[in-house]
């Protein structure tokens, strides 16, 4: 009876982050690692909440904790305690094949190292998701066009990747995880590996990305970067060490 109760209140809970327009909410959260017999805490009970059409970046020097927390973020990882909702549903308690449809449905990845298949078109790249999705071949097209489109990239739609550049290839990348309409984008140091004027294009994007009403989190440990964003959320030792809206 008890365990029904709080059920429940955990369905209800999400229920009402939803209405609210939180895309993501986390109470308490952790992840823990055992190393010998000591205890890492890389994340320690974080407290987050993002709004439908944020545009957040989270900051943190190497080994603050904020790659772990993107990764409990993005549904790549599971945490050791505590309480995550994306879009009102609590992932944390989701199991492995669960948390693949929500990683799919959900979040719009952009990874610094573009991730692209190298023999496949930058269309195929795009359609990738909605092949994962189940989505009929004539709509995936459709839609991945509307994608490349989104990022001005439709006249390079059939290059593979090596035929394309660094910005090209991240735009691509970018393509790919709007595709399926994500609830967020979720972008990990994404112009690390592009030289300062492309990634200033690729910043552009996102702005405009954000204008259309993307929810954005960016993840960085640079302060050019993240000085894009609305709200500047600093990671130290695991921890939150500072919440600033920043514009």
């Not at 709004?51 to 990764?71: D, F, H, Q, W």
């Not at 948390?99 to 692209?116: D, P, S």
């Not at 839609?143 to 660094?166: F, T």
Request: hydrophobic share 35%; glycine share 8%.
């Amino acid at each position: 009876m008890a365990q029904a109760l709080a059920e429940r209140e955990l369905i209800e809970r999400g229920e009402q982050l939803k209405r609210d327009g939180i895309v993501i909410r986390t109470y308490d959260l952790w992840k823990t690692y055992i190393m010998g017999d000591q205890e890492i805490h890389a994340v320690s009970g974080v407290d987050i909440t993002i709004k439908r059409g944020e545009y957040v970046a989270i900051m943190g020097p190497s080994g603050s904790g904020k790659s772990t927390l993107m990764n409990l973020i993005g549904c790549l990882d599971t945490p050791t305690k505590g309480q995550y909702y994306i879009n009102g549903r609590l992932v944390s308690e989701m199991t492995d094949d669960e948390l693949a449809r929500i990683r799919n449905k959900e979040i719009g990845f952009v990874f610094q190292t573009f991730n692209l298949l190298p023999r496949a078109t930058s269309l195929h790249n795009v359609e990738l998701p909605l092949i994962y999705s189940g989505t009929p071949s004539d709509k995936r097209t459709e839609r991945a066009k509307a994608a490349l489109r989104q990022v001005d990239l439709e006249a390079r739609m059939m290059h593979k990747p090596n035929e394309l550049s660094g910005g090209q290839r991240q735009r691509v990348a970018v393509a790919r995880a709007l595709v399926n309409d994500p609830s967020i984008l979720l972008a990990d140091e994404p112009t690390g590996n592009l030289d300062s004027v492309t990634g200033n294009e690729i910043m552009g994007l996102f702005a405009r990305l954000h204008e259309q009403g993307n929810t954005i989190v960016l993840v960085t440990h640079e302060h050019d970067i993240a000085v894009h964003a609305h709200r500047v959320i600093h990671i130290r030792d695991g921890k939150v060490e500072k919440d600033e809206q920043v514009r």
